[in-house]
């Protein structure tokens, strides 16, 4: 694991828009854990990762200051922007992380 980054994110668990601790597997976006309740989310099947992910990495170490205002301007849409399977599936994800780990 590599030194995490933060990034303010509504959660899926509690609500709030809350700094969140961003983890990676090497040049993944591995997890994201909420600092107010603790809920981790996994994140983001191999389909999803070759574009998207090294755009959000990049946002996010980037542009983590104009990240926050747009949450919290308007939470609901800066939740829709993240990726829809990050929100609905989050069983699914671990077992495709899981997947994703093993196979490195
Ligand atoms: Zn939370």
């Not at 170490?61 to 919290?72: F, N």
């Not at 849409?77 to 993240?82: D, I, K």
Request: glycine content about 8%; proline content about 6%; charged content about 30%.
């Amino acid at each position: 694991m590599e030194e995490p980054e933060y990034a303010d994110l509504t959660c899926t668990a509690c609500g709030r828009t809350a700094e969140h601790e961003l983890r990676h597997v090497g040049r993944l976006l591995a997890t994201t854990t909420c600092t107010a309740c603790g809920h981790v989310v996994e994140v983001v099947p191999r389909s999803m990762l070759t574009g998207y992910l090294h755009d959000l990495e990049h946002r996010v170490t980037s542009k983590p200051v104009r990240m926050a205002r747009r949450a919290r301007r308007d939470p609901l849409r800066f939740a829709r922007e993240l990726p829809g399977a990050l929100l609905r599936q989050p069983g699914k994800l671990l077992a495709e992380l899981g997947t994703l780990i093993r196979g490195r």
